[in-house]
C-alpha cells in the first residue's frame, strides 16, 4: 500500500517495494482534498499533514533591506490571511508543505513570477540592478504578480551604487565625498545602460562630476559623448572641461564655422553644441551614435511639444544624462518630460502620465518612488557645509504717499477700463510701476532714477557694498530698468556696470562676466533673470539683489544661487526689495504658496510663469489704503 513521506518542504510517495516519486499538485489534490484515491489508488491522508483546498497565490516582493532604503527581492505566497516564504522550486513544483499543511500553488501565477524572474535576469536576495528593479516596479503598477511594498518609499539613487574608496582618473581636482558619491553613481548608471537626472542644487558641482563621468565611466573615456547646453553655458563647459580634464579632446560645435561634415565630429572626447545648434542640425548630429548625451539645463526640454525637446529626443545614443538644479519649474510634466529623455517611455506617454498624476503634491507624491531611483539631488544643507552662509534679508518697502496715490490711480484705471478681462494689463503695468514710474510712459532714460523710494533704497544698499570694496548682482526683469541701474551706478560710484539680458549676444556674455570678474573693488553686474539665471557662474560678488520678485520661484532661486556656488570665498547676502500692499506682495505670497508646495517632495513643484489668476487679488491691494491705516 503506498503512503506519503514528508521530506521538507515536499510531500512524497512512497510504494510497497520501496520506490519513491514527487507527484504532481493535481495527484495530491485529489488524494487529499477531494479524497479520491484514483486509478493508482493513492492514500486519502498524510501523517502529520493537512492539506488546503485553496492555493497559495504566488507574487514576486519588493522589500526594504533591513530597513536601509535599499530594494531586495523574494517571493511569497498568501492565502486566506496566510503568507508563505517561497522559492523557484516551490514554484516549478506546484505545491509546498509548511507548518504541517500541504498546499497548493496556483498554476499561472507561478508562471508569471518564474517569467518575471527571467525576464528582468534577477537573483532574490539584495537589488543589484537598477534596470532590473524599474523593470519590476514598471511591471507592479501595470498589475504583474509584483507586489511593491516601497512602491510609497523613494528609493536612493545611490542604494544600488556601491560605495568605493577609488577617484576618477585624469580629473585635476579634489571632489568631495558628496560629489564622488555622484560620479560613483553616474558611472553605474552608464555600465547598467541607464540614464539619470542630476538635480544637485546650484553650486554643489554637478559640472565637476559630469566631467568626471566623461573622463573615468569605469572602461576609461566615455566618448563620445554629446554636451547640449544654452547657448551661452558653451565656452563655460569648455574650459571647464579643459581645467578639470585637460586630457579629452572637446569641439564647441556653435556658430556660423560649425561642420556640416559627420567626419569632422569624429575624433573627440566630447562634442559641445546648443539646444539651438541641434534643432538645425538634427540631421548631422544623428549620423552619430552618441556614447551619452548630455542636457546641461536640462529644463530647457520641459515642453514636450517645442521643437527643440523633439530634436533632442530624436538623437541616437546608448544612454542619456540630464542636468539640472530645477527639474520642475511650472508643472509635473516638466519633469515627465526630462525623464522620457533619461529612459523614454519609464513614466509612459504624455497622455497616460497625465491621466494618472494630477499637478498638485498629491501627484507629486506619486510620481516620487517612480523618480527617485533616477535622479540623485543633494541640498547644500546637506553636503555642503563647507560653502560659506548665505543670509537672506527681505526688503519690505512702503510707498511715500504720492507713490501710492499714482499706484492706485493706475490699478482703478486698470479696473475701470479692462475689468474682467485685466489680468495681464495689470500683470505688466503694476509691476512696472513698482520697479519705477517712469517706466510706465517711456521716460526712462531721462527720469530721476533717485525720486523713486525703492530705488533709493536700491542705492543705499549698493553704497554700503561698495564702501566694502565688495560686488553686487542685481536682478531686474525689466530692460529699461536694468539700463537706469547701470548709468546710475556708473555716474553716481564711478565703477563698473554691466547689463547682461536679451540684447546681449551670447558670445559677448562670458567676456562680460570675466570683465566684471577682474575689477578689483566695487562693481555692479545688472542681469534678466533669465537671461543670467541659467548656470552663469559669477563668484566674484558676494552681494545679491532681486529688484523686483519673479512669479517663478525657479527662477528667482537660481537667480540668487549665481553667486551663492562653490568657488565663492566671502558670505553671500541675498536681499530682496519689495512693496508692500501691492502686486509685488500678490507675487511673493504666491512665491511663498509654490515654494511650500515644492517642499514637499524632492522633486518639487515649481510655479507657472504663465499663471497670473494671482494678478487679480492685485487689484484689490492699496497701498494707499495701508498708509491710511485700513488694511
Not at 307 to 312: I, L
Not at 480 to 487: G, H, L, N, P, Y
Amino acid at each position: 500500500m503506498p503512503m506519503w513521506e514528508l521530506r521538507g518542504r515536499e510531500l512524497w510517495l512512497a510504494d510497497d517495494v520501496g520506490g519513491t516519486r514527487l507527484p504532481v499538485a493535481d495527484e495530491i489534490y485529489g488524494a487529499l482534498v477531494e479524497r479520491d484515491p484514483g486509478a493508482q489508488n493513492l492514500p486519502t491522508s498524510a501523517a502529520n499533514v493537512r492539506a488546503s483546498r485553496y492555493p497559495l497565490a504566488p507574487a514576486l516582493t519588493i522589500n526594504d533591506s533591513d530597513d536601509s532604503g535599499s530594494p531586495k527581492y523574494a517571493i511569497s505566497g498568501s492565502v486566506r490571511g496566510i503568507r508563505l516564504d517561497l522559492d523557484p522550486a516551490d514554484l516549478e513544483r506546484g505545491h509546498v508543505v509548511a507548518d504541517g499543511v500541504w498546499y497548493p500553488i496556483d498554476a499561472s501565477g507561478a508562471a508569471e513570477v518564474l517569467e518575471l524572474l527571467q525576464s528582468a535576469g534577477i537573483d532574490l536576495g539584495a537589488a543589484r540592478s537598477l534596470r532590473s528593479f524599474l523593470a519590476l516596479r514598471k511591471a507592479a503598477t501595470a498589475g504583474a504578480a509584483v507586489e511593491d511594498h516601497m512602491a510609497g518609499l523613494p528609493i536612493s539613487p545611490l542604494a544600488f551604487a556601491p560605495p568605493a574608496d577609488d577617484v576618477p582618473a585624469g580629473v585635476d581636482a579634489t571632489l568631495y565625498s558628496y560629489q564622488l558619491a555622484g560620479w560613483r553613481w553616474l558611472k553605474f548608471l552608464l555600465a547598467e545602460g541607464v540614464g539619470g537626472l542630476l538635480a544637485d542644487e546650484m553650486g554643489l558641482g554637478k559640472t565637476l562630476q559630469i566631467i568626471s563621468a566623461l573622463s573615468d565611466a569605469g572602461a576609461g573615456r566615455l566618448s563620445p559623448a554629446l554636451i547640449i547646453a544654452p547657448g551661452s553655458l558653451l565656452e563655460n563647459w569648455r574650459r571647464e572641461i579643459g581645467k578639470f580634464a585637460p586630457h579629452l579632446k572637446v569641439l564647441k560645435h556653435h556658430g556660423p564655422e560649425r561642420t556640416g561634415r559627420p567626419a569632422d565630429l569624429h575624433g573627440f572626447d566630447a562634442v559641445i553644441t546648443s539646444y539651438d545648434s541641434v534643432v538645425r542640425d538634427n540631421s548631422l548630429l544623428n549620423m552619430i551614435e552618441w556614447a551619452v548625451v548630455i542636457l546641461d539645463e536640462a529644463q530647457f526640454i520641459r515642453n514636450p511639444q517645442a521643437q527643440r525637446t523633439k530634436s533632442v529626443k530624436h538623437l541616437r545614443r546608448r544612454a542619456g544624462l540630464a542636468v539640472t538644479g530645477t527639474p520642475i519649474e511650472n508643472r509635473l510634466l516638466d519633469l515627465w518630460s526630462i525623464m522620457d529623455f533619461v529612459l523614454p517611455d519609464h513614466l509612459g506617454d504624455q497622455k497616460a502620465f497625465e491621466a494618472q498624476f494630477a499637478d498638485d503634491v498629491d501627484g507629486a507624491a506619486m510620481l516620487e518612488p517612480l523618480v527617485s531611483p533616477l535622479m540623485l539631488r543633494r541640498r547644500v544643507a546637506d553636503v555642503a557645509q563647507d560653502l560659506p552662509p548665505r543670509i537672506d534679508i527681505p526688503q519690505v518697502l512702503e510707498l511715500d504717499d504720492s507713490e501710492a496715490a499714482a499706484y492706485d490711480a493706475i490699478r482703478e484705471r486698470i479696473a475701470a477700463e479692462y475689468g474682467a478681462a485685466a489680468t495681464l494689463v495689470a500683470l505688466t503695468s503694476l509691476r512696472r510701476f513698482c520697479a519705477h514710474p517712469s517706466l510706465m510712459d517711456g521716460s526712462s532714460h531721462a527720469a530721476d532714477p533717485m525720486s523713486f523710494s525703492k530705488f533709493r533704497r536700491l542705492d543705499e544698499l549698493i553704497e554700503e557694498i561698495f564702501a566694502r570694496n565688495e560686488k553686487v548682482i542685481i536682478f531686474t526683469s525689466f530692460t529699461a530698468m536694468a539700463d537706469m541701474i547701470a548709468r546710475h551706478v556708473e555716474r553716481r560710484f564711478g565703477v563698473f556696470a554691466g547689463v547682461i539680458d536679451g540684447r546681449l549676444p551670447i558670445d559677448d556674455r562670458q567676456p562680460m562676466i570675466d570683465r566684471f570678474s577682474e575689477v578689483r573693488g566695487g562693481a555692479a553686474l545688472i542681469l534678466n533673470p533669465k537671461a543670467g539665471g541659467a548656470g552663469l557662474n559669477i563668484t566674484a560678488a558676494n552681494h545679491v539683489i532681486h529688484y523686483n520678485p519673479e512669479w517663478n520661484p525657479a527662477l528667482e532661486d537660481q537667480a540668487s544661487a549665481r553667486a551663492y556656488r562653490r568657488g565663492q570665498e566671502l558670505p553671500v547676502t541675498v536681499h530682496r526689495l519689495l512693496v508692500a500692499d501691492t502686486v509685488e506682495d500678490v507675487v511673493d505670497e504666491r512665491l511663498s504658496r509654490k515654494r511650500a508646495l515644492s517642499s514637499t517632495a524632492v522633486i518639487g513643484v515649481e510655479g507657472a510663469e504663465d499663471d497670473y489668476g494671482d494678478v487679480v487679488a492685485a487689484l484689490s491691494r492699496s497701498p494707499a489704503k495701508m498708509a491710511g491705516g485700513t488694511k
